[in-house]
């Protein structure tokens, strides 16, 4: 069964600090895997995406690796700020069809403090 | 900044009420997609089109429908809102490459209610 988890469920950091998100996935065959970031009561806006050959792609402060080996990627926000406060979801694509089915993980709730 | 629109942003309605969400983007993308989201859960897909007179359901069960008359139009449709469809629904376009390869946009969401 195809799937997409995410790690950790949430996760509160200061002001300033640097954090780590976990997306681990089964998606087979894979195309490629997005990180987007949805603030409360927002659509979701794309932040990187990644092709099996890519390991890695930043974006301003968030930098995103690929391990198509162990099926795991990860999110790394450098220095955060206050609207860094939001959800990131991790969204696997698969070649098995001509939709490229969109597998999404339930995100990781980031809240900064000051 | 995505150019796709969803209106209204938030809707209460009481049971048995016919309900319309509004969706358009001014991209001209041909692909364009309607997802339910609940709180801490991933989104599902209920309905998507590939072009004009093209809609198919999604992975998701939905008593909704849905028409794309126009390429920049994609309307939702309750015939008779219930509770269990209060939600947050997300419309979403990509271009014509595909979600496969392409970038997906999303609108900002339209919170339902249905009390």
């Known amino acids: 069964k195809n799937q997409v988890e995410q790690s950790p469920q949430s996760l509160i950091i200061l002001e300033g600090k640097n954090c780590t998100l976990q997306?681990?996935?089964?998606?087979?065959?894979?195309?490629?895997l997005r990180w987007y970031k949805q603030d409360t009561g927002r659509g979701p806006v794309s932040l990187t995406i990644?092709?099996?050959?890519?390991n890695t792609k930043s974006n301003g402060r968030y930098t995103a690796t690929l391990d198509a080996d162990t099926k795991q990627s990860s999110l790394h926000i450098t220095a955060s700020q206050l609207s860094d406060s939001a959800s990131y979801i991790c969204v696997v694509s698969d070649r098995g069809s001509t939709l490229g089915r969109l597998y999404f993980g339930r995100g990781t709730q980031l809240t900064v403090w000051p | 900044e995505a150019d796709i629109y969803q209106t209204p942003r938030y809707l209460v309605i009481g049971t048995g009420k016919k309900i319309t969400l509004e969706c358009s983007q001014t991209?001209?993308?041909?692909?364009m997609y309607w997802y339910q989201q609940d709180p801490g859960m991933e989104l599902h897909l209920i309905h998507y089109s590939y072009g004009v007179n093209s809609t198919e359901k999604g992975d998701l069960s939905s008593e909704s429908t849905v028409s794309r008359i126009r390429t920049e139009h994609f309307p939702l449709t309750l015939e008779s809102a219930r509770p269990s469809h209060t939600s947050q629904y997300l419309c979403?376009?990509?271009?014509?490459?595909?979600?496969?390869?392409?970038?997906?946009?999303f609108g900002e969401g339209s919170r339902l209610t249905v009390l």
């Open positions: 979403a376009s990509s271009g014509n490459r595909g979600p496969d390869t392409g970038e997906l946009f």
């Open positions: 997306c681990n996935y089964t998606v087979s065959p894979f195309s490629n």
């Open positions: 991209m001209g993308h041909d692909k």
């Open positions: 990644m092709t099996f050959s890519e």
